[in-house]
């Protein structure tokens, strides 16, 4: 079972940068174990993928709307996974979350996963 907390999260200008952070505490399987996941959900839409990454952070993948624009990374030895965010638009305001699965790999749908925080704001003004 994993506990996840995100952070990070504020109001900034439209092209600013912002870095969120996921801390997981993490008892029988170690964190470095889980694939994750940010998701993200604004108000009166479903929750979207974002961005995931495979447990050792070999294999990344990302939705067409933030590509080249967001960056996906975790460091085990910190139990922790970061979403840095260039280049913010005002449609990217939205609460995220992060989330991990039990396996290895990451996957774009979120009921694969097993394991969510509370999410974050995010709001980005024009």
């Known amino acids: 079972q994993v506990q996840l907390v995100e952070s990070g999260g504020g109001l900034v200008q439209a092209e600013g940068s912002l870095r969120l952070s996921c801390t997981a505490t993490?008892?029988?399987?170690?964190?470095?174990?889980?694939?994750m996941a940010w998701f993200r959900q604004a108000p009166g839409r479903e929750r979207e993928f974002v961005a995931g990454?495979?447990?050792?952070?070999?294999?990344?993948h990302y939705a067409d709307f933030v590509k080249g624009r967001f960056t996906i990374s975790r460091d085990n030895a910190k139990n922790t996974l970061y979403l840095q965010m260039n280049g913010l638009k005002p449609e990217d305001t939205a609460v995220y979350y992060c989330?991990?699965?039990?396996?290895?790999?990451?996957?774009?749908?979120?009921?694969?996963?097993?394991?969510w925080g509370q999410g974050t704001q995010v709001t980005v003004s024009s």
């Open positions: 993490a008892s029988g399987r170690t964190f470095g174990t889980y694939g």
């Open positions: 989330a991990a699965r039990d396996a290895y790999y990451s996957s774009s749908s979120y009921p694969d996963y097993d394991y």
């Open positions: 990454i495979s447990w050792r952070g070999g294999n990344t």
